[in-house]
């Protein structure tokens, strides 16, 4: 069944080949780049160009090529992850990559040739608005796109083969993103936009966390050895767990130290969501598709939880933010 609009953008839909060609180009550029998934990377963008809100400029045409260019860039990223998997025969006879959305080489929907094309127009296409971006600011925006460059095109291989993806996750989707972001919509800096930008990195970490523990037993047997498999599945769970008790730690210290506005600590309206996430990171995991697990996320299951644990948390600190700009900074809007 062909997907709609609403559900390429939203999940990451199952289809066949026949589903695949009676796409257009556009659509099949979108399921291809698992783009479901581009909201943690327009939270990053969003926190912090809010987070810039009060310098005294703010630059809206760099605010929209600023999301523009971060999305090409993350959708470049996972296209080359499944190119590089592909071609090192992780994704060949992958049970678990297949349920969570269609791999585009070993399901024989694109050729290689047709998935090198879509890789580099999408990555150029990343580097001609991270150009624009440079030229209409200056060199410091360069050094966040040559960071941000390095990540798209090392995190799959060798980063994610040898432990270090997830700390790159985390230095992706919150300083260089969070940050970068705001240098490029103000100019400036800020101790508040570093406090924030290493919380919000951490929840996008986890959500890998918990995908590279569902699979941890397969990439062990492809020999990929991300973090989950250096730390044993108990270890990768204790240390989600952990990585989420610190989100509210660092945020809460920073409002007991006065970097932060009291409006930060609405993320605790996030604890009921955070309670039933722990729960099922504690319990075992299920030999068969429990009721509350959508049938096109199985085998997929902790990542399934910290995904929508992230989304709830994340717009709770989007929210603590915006109360903060409107209640202390209102002098911004006159």
């Known amino acids: 069944m062909i997907p709609t609009w609403a559900e390429v953008v939203t999940k ?15 659509k099949r550029w979108f399921v291809a780049t698992r783009s479901a998934v581009f909201v943690m990377t327009l939270f990053s963008a969003g926190i912090g ?14 605010a929209g090529l600023v999301c523009l260019g971060l999305v090409l860039a993350h959708a470049t990223n996972n296209l080359l992850n499944d190119w590089t998997d592909s071609k090192k ?34 990555g150029a296409a990343a580097l001609a608005v991270g150009a624009v971006l440079v030229l209409r600011t200056d060199l410091t925006t360069l050094y966040f796109m040559l960071a941000g460059a390095f990540f798209v095109l090392f995190y799959t291989w060798p980063l994610k083969y040898i432990g270090l993806g997830e ?24 101790a508040m936009q570093l406090w924030v930008s290493v ?30 498999v250096i730390l044993g599945e108990q270890g990768s769970r204790t240390l989600t767990l952990v990585l ?17 506005s009291l409006w930060f600590l609405l993320v605790w309206l996030a604890l009921p969501s955070f309670i039933t996430t722990v729960r099922k990171f504690r319990q075992p995991r299920p030999t068969e598709r429990p009721a509350d697990v ?5 085998p997929l299951y902790l990542v399934a939880f910290a995904f929508n644990y992230n989304k709830v948390f994340s717009a709770m600190l989007v929210l603590g933010i915006v109360f903060s700009l409107v209640i202390e900074y209102h002098d911004v809007f006159q």
């Not at 969570?100 to 080489?105: H, M």
């Not at 989420?244 to 006065?258: E, F, H, I, P, R």
């Not at 959508?294 to 199985?298: A, L």
């Open 167 to 190: 700390p790159a996750v985390w230095l992706v989707w919150g300083p260089l993103m969070v940050l970068g972001s705001a240098y490029v919509v103000s100019g400036e800096l800020t």
């Open 244 to 260: 989420w008790v610190m989100q509210y730690g660092v945020l809460t210290l920073g409002v007991l130290t006065g970097v932060l």
């Open 294 to 298: 959508p049938e096109d996320v199985w």
């Open 12 to 26: 990451i839909p199952r289809l066949d080949a026949q589903d695949w060609r009676a796409m257009g180009l556009a």
């Open 89 to 122: 025969g992780v994704d060949k006879d992958n049970y678990f990559r297949t349920q969570y959305g269609p791999q585009p080489l070993e399901d024989g929907l694109l050729t290689e040739r047709q998935m090198l094309g879509y890789i580099a127009l999408t």
């Open 199 to 228: 919380v919000y990195g951490i929840g996008p970490t986890s959500v890998l966390l918990g995908k590279h523990t569902d699979k941890l037993n397969q990439d062990r047997a492809k020999g990929v050895h991300t973090l989950p």
């Open 49 to 62: 160009m809010l987070l810039a809100v009060p310098a005294a400029q703010f630059d809206a045409i760099n």
